[in-house]
């Protein structure tokens, strides 16, 4: 949540502030109507004045900013929350593989390691290649196939049936 000073250092009134919280976040999220509801006094507005005024409430710059800014916040908390789950997944393996009783469960926690993403221990070699063929070449090799074929004992057995 955003402080009042920093609302206030955005140029946003605490309602604005509100609009802006309410539409990154709760129940309200990514409903501009839902969000100017809870955030201004539409008691007894129709819902197309409502729902004209939550479009021209997140058409203003400023709130749009702001709805980046806390976005981008969420995008940060949730990117850490990720790499610290993964830490305490590599850890708790780690341990497992050091520890475990059984070779099994070692040798499996040792595998899982190996498959975290950024260790790619299994990852397989890729080699790529890149051939050119020509249309009158692929028309040779093509009659050449053809060729070989009908010297083949089983294909000119199932000609001749």
């Known amino acids: 949540?955003?402080?009042?000073?920093?609302?206030?250092?955005?140029g946003l009134t605490a309602k604005q502030e509100a609009f802006c919280q309410a539409y990154v976040a709760g129940?309200?999220?990514?409903?501009?109507?839902?969000?100017?509801?809870?955030?201004?006094?539409?008691?007894?507005?129709k819902a197309a004045s409502i729902h004209r005024e939550a479009c021209v409430t997140l058409d203003n710059p400023k709130i749009a900013?702001?709805?980046?800014?806390?976005?981008?916040?969420?995008?940060?908390?949730?990117r850490l929350q990720g790499v610290?789950?993964?830490?305490?997944?590599?850890?708790?393996?780690?341990?497992?593989?050091?520890?475990?009783?059984s070779p099994a469960a070692r040798v499996?926690?040792?595998?899982?390691?190996?498959k975290l993403q950024g260790v790619d221990a299994?990852?397989?070699?890729k080699v790529e290649q890149q051939t050119t063929v020509t249309s009158k070449q692929a028309e040779n090799d093509l009659q050449q196939a053809i060729a070989d074929a009908l010297q083949d004992d089983t294909v000119i057995q199932l000609f001749t049936k």
Request: aromatic letters at 6%; charged letters at 25%.
């Open 1 to 10: 949540m955003a402080s009042k000073k920093n609302t206030a250092a955005q």
């Open 27 to 45: 129940d309200t999220k990514g409903s501009a109507t839902a969000a100017y509801k809870a955030a201004y006094r539409a008691d007894g507005m």
């Open 65 to 78: 900013h702001r709805i980046d800014e806390l976005n981008a916040d969420i995008v940060q908390q949730h």
């Open 84 to 101: 610290s789950l993964r830490q305490r997944v590599q850890d708790g393996l780690l341990a497992e593989a050091m520890t475990a009783e």
């Open 108 to 114: 499996r926690a040792w595998e899982l390691i190996g």
């Open 122 to 125: 299994f990852a397989a070699d």
